[in-house]
């Protein structure tokens, strides 16, 4: 993809610094993404020496990586250092508080925050081991020789790198809905973002000889519903794109584009018109199957911007192709990153030349393209992939389906969440019906939540007696449907800050981060405004 989107990578040798450095701080945060710059910045404010490693090049994760409209759920919980981040966004537009925003901007507010802050950034930074002490980190060591002492760590990244080279307890995919005693984990074959009328999935149709279509898996997984496996949901890129014509940069053709990767978005658009009524609006009109969810104010011309995300059967999610990134080296995650790419460019540039596909798609999609004045470093495409899951810390108490229908309340909160169990698709699969095999998607799972539910604290820290100096504000502890609820930036960014604020308690008391006294934490975060309860 280096020809349509030059500098666009994951992981890159260029990247990664050649002068050793050896860095002390009492507290180390390793990742860039929200999560980690609020805990960063937080830990600066309350006076702790801090340092912020990042594994890339670019800081703000998915809030400065195209995810401008912002899943909130209940906006009321929303508190501390995230509210105020929402209400930096309203200054920049000239209102009281923005939820719907262009990367650029927040790109300028989180750098501002790392400035005023004064926190050391050090970006290229993959980690590649951890020397502990004892049941301490002492040392983590990045690609390239920098070395980073500190005495308390946070592991920020969306994978958890970090918590798996400290050997913490986590774990990868679905549990079975017997390991929680919970109803929508495991496999899920459902209605929502599904193929509503029958798709053949065969390379010819009808012909069983001929193969499966790419991404299609040869199990009827609808007999095994609710079990347990290794399948994360799929990942995407949020895509800022503008019907100005003045920015828009047209699709182009990817040069690995194949084919046989959109023959099953071909056949669906091409089924009957009135499976589309239930999908949002697009050009003049017509139903289309995506999600164009429309970033700030118009132009005086009239013209958007976009956070553009997955929606329907066959969309920007590429289903299926993301299970090895978790625990893939960060080789195998830049080929993963690149085929996301190719996989979603081809998508949009299909869906807008095709001319197997119905006219008022193409005409839908081939009104918008990138913004020329977004991620201008990156050929306009955002530079962070949406990694919706990876690993999750396993600690003394995993968040499951019943702390969001309110069945069961941690005695121990310290921030809060109330965004809807969402889980997308994982795979799909053939299935048989009335004689006629159809292709169906698997995995989504979109369920409200009873009402804002409090996060234990223990879904930050490893359980007793692991790792004492680690804090984990992204990769929690919770089952995949809850994890499915929590994995909203607003309640990262929260995370952050309890993470900073965590560390500031264990090194004052000179205790492992288990032990921090949980009444001096909730008062330090009720200070800092932070809704509880």
């Given at each position: ?27 180390i ?16 404010r ?14 703000g ?5 195209g ?16 509210r105020?981040f ?10 009281e ?13 989180i ?8 926190v ?16 301490r980190?002492?040392?983590i060591?990045?690609?390239g ?44 074959v ?10 053949d ?19 009827d ?7 347990g ?18 920015l ?22 091409q ?10 609006a ?5 139903a ?20 553009t ?22 080789v ?15 998508f949009?540039?299909?869906m ?18 990138l ?8 050929g306009h ?21 019943h ?7 941690c005695p ?13 698709n ?5 299935k048989?019906?009335g004689?006629?095999a ?6 989504d ?73 949980y ?5 330090l975060?009720?200070?800092a405004g932070?809704?509880?309860?």
């Open positions: 993809m280096a020809e349509n989107f030059p500098g666009l990578h994951y992981f890159a040798d260029s990247w990664i610094p050649t002068q050793p450095e050896t860095i002390h701080a009492q507290v945060v390793y990742g860039g993404t929200a999560a980690g710059v609020f805990a960063a910045v937080a830990a600066r309350l006076g702790l020496s801090t340092c912020l490693l990042h594994p890339g090049k670019y800081v994760g998915m809030t400065t990586g995810l401008g409209w912002t899943d909130y759920g209940n906006k009321s919980i929303i508190s501390g250092m995230a105020g929402y209400r930096d966004l309203g200054r920049a537009y000239k209102c508080e923005m939820w719907s925003f262009e990367p650029s901007v927040a790109t300028a507010i750098q501002r925050m790392l400035e005023e802050a004064k050391p950034v050090r970006t290229g930074a993959y980690i590649e081991s951890v020397t502990m002490d004892g049941r980190i002492a040392m060591t990045m690609l020789g920098l070395q980073a002492h500190g005495d308390v760590f946070i592991d920020a990244t969306y994978e958890g790198d970090l918590l798996a080279l400290a050997k913490v307890s986590h774990t990868v995919g679905r549990e079975d809905n017997a390991t929680y005693g919970e109803t929508l984990n495991g496999i899920q459902r209605a929502l973002h599904q193929f509503s009328h029958p798709v999935p065969y390379v010819r149709p009808g012909d069983v000889g001929s193969g499966l279509l790419p991404g299609i898996v040869d199990e997984l609808s007999r095994r519903q609710g079990q496996d290794d399948r994360v949901q799929a990942y995407c890129f949020r895509v800022c794109m503008t019907d100005d014509p003045a828009r940069v047209r699709w182009s053709k990817p040069g690995d584009f194949n084919p046989a990767d959109y023959v099953l978005a071909t056949r669906w658009f089924g009957p018109k009135d499976a589309y009524n239930d999908q949002l697009g050009s003049g009109g017509e289309v199957p995506a999600k164009f969810d429309i970033l700030a104010p118009p132009t005086a011309a009239g013209f958007h911007k976009t956070d995300n997955n929606h329907g059967p066959v969309s920007s999610d590429f289903i299926g192709a993301g299970h090895d990134w978790p625990r893939g080296n960060y195998e995650r830049e080929r993963i990153f690149q085929k996301h790419v190719s996989y979603q460019a081809g949009y540039w299909h807008a030349h095709c001319p197997e596909i119905p006219q008022r798609y193409r005409d839908a999609y081939g009104r918008w393209g913004a020329r004045d977004e991620f201008t470093t990156t495409w955002p530079h962070q992939l949406y990694v919706r899951e990876a690993r999750r810390l396993v600690g003394d108490y995993v968040l499951t389906e702390d969001c229908r309110l069945t069961r309340r121990d909160p310290v921030a809060m969440g109330s965004y809807a169990m969402d889980s997308h994982c795979c799909r699969l053939s048989m019906d004689g006629q159809r292709v169906l998607n698997e995995g799972v979109q369920v409200p939540c009873a009402g804002p539910y409090g996060i234990s604290y223990r879904c930050l820290v490893p359980g007793k007696g692991e790792c004492e100096n680690l804090l984990v504000p992204v990769c929690v502890s919770a089952s995949h449907v809850a994890y499915g609820s929590v994995r909203m930036e607003p309640v990262f960014m929260a995370l952050g800050e309890v993470a900073a604020n965590a560390a500031h308690c264990a090194l004052s008391a000179r205790c492992a981060v288990q032990a921090v006294d009444s001096r934490l909730r008062s975060l009720v200070t932070m809704v509880l309860a």
